[in-house]
């Protein structure tokens, strides 16, 4: 099952997942790269330990590793449905890909024996001390998308000032299309060197084709069309690092009378941070300018080739990028957390050293979870809405694309739900369980001021995370 998802997903993540004419700037669109559960609370991630069941798998912030228990792959797929207006028309647009595969395991793990006066510790079915592995190492590989591009707009003018030449007016216009996008593997590896602090890092290898093509187009035969054809292939390595801290602030222990079940209420904020330095990224790029005419079949009669440029070697420059969060849990009833991350695009080069007109981008989220104190092993079709997991979230930001003057503004909000699967025991007080994440958000991008486009989007994304008990080291009496 691993190897065909591995390669549908390797298949699947190269094509175009939205259609938007701002795709044209940069690096096309950029994919926030949350895992589902986040994206249903505003998309934080910053400060998210996935430290109990089931285990997923933050590769936002490599730091996370520490926590992961067992084995986590998780997997995730979208929908988007938007609409693209100006202050008089208006277009539907429908699209689906896939998001990202994850891949998380702990790598090294020490015994740690909690006090035996300590309530919170004690094992929920056998009503023995829990002894803790702490998590020294953790390590994750997976394969996501980066950024996307996938537009084709038209823009049609009159020309009655004579731009072009002549003495009477007609109809000039301006068509732009592209497709492709950037995809990103990468490799992290997280390290608790002091307890409740952690440090991991993110080494990732960026690839794709971002194709963009230009075309001036007139209505009458005293002018030749012109054709400007750019491929930009990237081919290049990428590194991030993350931080987390732990502070517990208060454990509480609740004793259930009813079947002898006990629970820990454990308030802890989890501070987090993450941060990327600028990188050269190696890219190549072509471009080509022809003038044509188009033939009584519509199709592209080549007369002339007025620019051809290779660029072998060269590199595109990634911006600084930095973020900062906080959450607050409540055992594993309540979650709350904020962050705030900034991505100064304004330092970032094209394969040409030109900044196609990007400005520095920030963003703040917000997002709440609970779950029930609802006990694992109650059944019953009621029991089960008790089991899941609710989540609601939202964000404001602005984007990297500054047009016309306009530095365009994105916000939304999200909604989410966990289907938790039935979990099975791993050991002694321990258990692994399996996951359905499902969330939807609504967001608006841009504005319809000054002959801009604003773009009114859904998106649904569904996730899948199984968890099982691999590279364990066997033992018997």
Excluded: C
Excluded at 62 to 91: C, L, R, W
Excluded at 111 to 139: C, H, M, P, Y
Excluded at 245 to 262: A, E, G, H, P, W
Excluded at 451 to 472: A, H, M, P, V
Aim: overall charge positive; glycine content about 10%.
């Amino acid at each position: 099952m691993f190897i065909l998802l591995s390669g549908w997903t390797f298949f699947a993540i190269a094509q175009p997942a939205n259609n938007s004419p701002y795709a044209r700037y940069g690096l096309g669109n950029l994919n926030t790269g949350v895992n589902v559960r986040s994206a249903g609370v505003g998309g934080i991630s910053i400060a998210m330990r996935e430290d109990s069941i089931p285990y997923l798998v933050n590769f936002i912030n490599p730091a996370s590793y520490t926590s992961i228990g067992f084995t986590a792959f998780d997997i995730g797929v979208y929908g988007n449905i938007a609409s693209i207006s100006t202050a008089t028309q208006k277009q539907n647009v429908n699209k689906a890909n896939l998001s990202y595969f994850a891949f998380g395991f702990p790598i090294l793990r020490i015994k740690v024996r909690n006090k035996v006066d300590s309530l919170a510790q004690i094992d929920e079915e056998t009503g023995f001390v829990k002894v803790n592995k702490r998590i020294l190492w953790g390590g994750a590989f997976g394969l996501r998308e980066f950024s996307s591009v996938n537009y084709s707009a038209t823009e049609t003018l009159v020309d009655q000032s004579g731009l072009f030449g002549g003495d009477s007016s007609f109809n000039y216009s301006y068509l732009f299309q592209g497709d492709g996008g950037v995809n990103q593997f990468f490799i992290g590896l997280g390290l608790e060197p002091v307890k409740n602090l952690s440090i991991g890092m993110n080494a990732s290898y960026l690839f794709g084709r971002l194709n963009r093509i230009q075309r001036l187009e007139f209505d009458e035969s005293n002018h030749f069309n012109v054709k400007k054809e750019q491929y930009t292939d990237v081919g290049g390595f990428y590194v991030d690092y993350g931080l987390q801290y732990s502070l517990v602030l208060k454990q509480d222990t609740i004793i259930r009378k009813k079947r002898n079940k006990f629970s820990s209420n454990q308030n802890v904020l989890i501070f987090g941070a993450t941060f990327a330095h600028p990188m050269q990224v190696r890219a190549n790029s072509t471009l080509l300018a022809q003038t044509y005419r188009l033939s009584v079949y519509n199709e592209d009669v080549f007369r002339d080739t007025v620019a051809y440029n290779v660029i072998k070697g060269g590199h595109v420059t990634m911006p600084w990028k930095y973020g900062v969060g906080v959450t607050w849990k409540n055992g594993e009833n309540w979650l709350l957390g904020v962050e705030h991350s900034q991505e100064l695009w304004s330092t970032y080069k094209d394969v040409n050293g030109k900044n196609d007109s990007l400005a520095d981008a920030w963003n703040t989220r917000i997002g709440l979870e609970y779950k029930p104190m609802v006990p694992a092993t109650s059944r019953g079709f009621w029991a089960y809405f008790g089991k899941m997991h609710y989540r609601i979230g939202g964000y404001y930001g602005m984007t990297q694309y500054k047009v016309r003057g306009t530095q365009l503004a994105n916000y939304g909000i999200t909604l989410g739900f966990g289907f938790p699967m039935s979990r099975t025991r791993a050991g002694s007080g321990k258990y692994v369980q399996s996951m359905i994440n499902f969330a939807v958000e609504w967001g608006q991008r841009g504005t319809t001021k000054g002959s801009l486009l604003l773009e009114d989007y859904w998106n649904f994304k569904l996730g899948f995370t199984l968890n099982d008990r691999w590279f364990i080291k066997r033992k018997y009496d």
